[in-house]
Nanobody, 125 residues
């Protein structure tokens, strides 16, 4: 069964840090295109960061504050979030495209086939 499970969401003060994790099962993580998306109430889901075999890519709104990484041995994707702002408040989702690590590190929702259920991040001022 192909599955992604996120964890690590919490409520924090502005300026704080969180690390989200996403554990995969049912497909080969090491050769997958992987990404984090987020969706705030009343807004569309937006790409935050993605990683392929060549490197990573970030949305302008999080560049310099968020870091995407993965541990292939643990089949786990991470999102380290530093200097959090109230506007980072959203449900965060991880996404994957199995066997797609050669593809462009897209931040477009349509590029991804597998989605997790989400983990809530709330940043208060």
């Amino acid at each position: 069964q192909v599955q992604l499970v996120e964890s690590g969401g919490d409520s924090v003060q502005a300026g704080g840090s969180l690390r989200l994790s996403c554990t995969a099962s049912g497909f080969t993580y090491s050769t997958s295109l992987l990404a984090w998306f987020r969706q705030a109430p009343g807004k569309e889901r937006e790409g935050v960061a993605s990683v392929n075999k060549f490197g990573s890519r970030y949305a302008d709104s999080v560049k310099g504050r968020f870091t995407i990484s993965k541990d292939n041995a643990k089949n786990t994707l991470y999102l380290q979030m530093d200097s959090l702002k109230p506007e980072d408040t959203a449900m965060y989702y991880c996404a994957a495209r199995p066997n797609g690590d050669w593809r462009y590190a897209s931040l477009t929702r349509a590029e991804y086939d597998v989605w997790g259920q989400g983990t809530q991040v709330t940043v208060s001022s």
